[in-house]
């Protein structure tokens, strides 16, 4: 079957070219329609030049605030090594935030690995101390220097007093196992040699 565009003909007035469907619109003086419908009220639109291109440039709205100054507040902006009035130049930099104190995060390690010792027969443990005792010193330079790590201080605090405590309990109960084990009377098995 043929398209009815490519022959030029059609007794189907939808396979003909409509007009625009936006009367008063922008509308090519060469263009003319091939079927108007009588139905179809026209409006002339105002006659205009045609122009190959873009529209012309309506410019751009001028500042509703003087140079120099923060839109929102209204404040000079004041660069540093600019004097006032007169913005920086490049773009905004963001300043890193305070960093994370090694010591709290060395505690935390030390700490768990304390923890994970405690499988030892409950000896390792005492590496705890040292984790909470590091977990101390650095919650109290985050405290004067502003940094940040509070939250691995307080872990190793807590997991290496807890792995400490759980390593004493397992110590005394080490030392009362062979306390016991020394009491038990020998077996008199006499051999009979």
């Known amino acids: 079957m043929t398209d009815p565009?490519?022959?030029?003909?059609?007794?189907?007035?939808?396979?003909?070219?409509q007009p625009p469907a936006q009367p008063g619109g922008y509308q090519d003086p060469g263009y003319q329609p091939?079927?108007?419908?009588?139905?179809?009220?026209?409006?002339?639109?105002?006659?205009?030049?045609y122009?190959?291109?873009?529209?012309?440039?309506?410019?751009?709205?001028?500042?509703?605030?003087?140079?120099?100054?923060?839109?929102?507040?209204?404040?000079?902006?004041?660069?540093?090594?600019?004097?006032a009035g007169y913005p920086a130049t490049g773009y905004p930099v963001a300043a890193p935030g305070p960093s994370t104190n090694g010591l709290s995060i060395a505690a935390m390690v030390v700490a768990i690995v304390g923890a994970l010792g405690l499988c030892g027969y409950g000896l390792g443990g005492y590496l705890g101390a040292v984790g909470a005792i590091m977990g101390h010193v650095a919650s109290?330079?985050?405290?004067?220097?502003?940094?940040?790590?509070?939250?691995?201080?307080?872990?190793?605090?807590?997991?290496?007093?807890i792995s400490t405590g759980i390593a004493v309990l397992a110590t005394i109960g080490i030392v009362?196992?062979?306390?016991w084990l020394a009491n038990q009377p020998t077996s008199s098995y006499d051999t009979g040699y």
Do not use: C, H, L
Not at 36 to 45: E, F, G, K, L, R
Not at 176 to 179: L, N, P, Q, T
């Open 176 to 179: 009362i196992f062979f306390v």
């Open 140 to 161: 109290k330079q985050i405290r004067e220097s502003g940094e940040n790590g509070a939250g691995f201080a307080k872990a190793g605090i807590i997991v290496g007093w």
């Open 5 to 17: 565009q490519q022959s030029g003909y059609s007794s189907d007035p939808s396979w003909q070219a």
């Open 34 to 49: 091939m079927y108007q419908d009588p139905t179809v009220q026209q409006t002339a639109a105002p006659a205009q030049p």
């Open 51 to 83: 122009q190959p291109g873009y529209p012309a440039d309506q410019g751009y709205p001028t500042q509703s605030y003087p140079a120099g100054t923060d839109p929102i507040s209204g404040q000079p902006v004041v660069a540093p090594g600019y004097p």
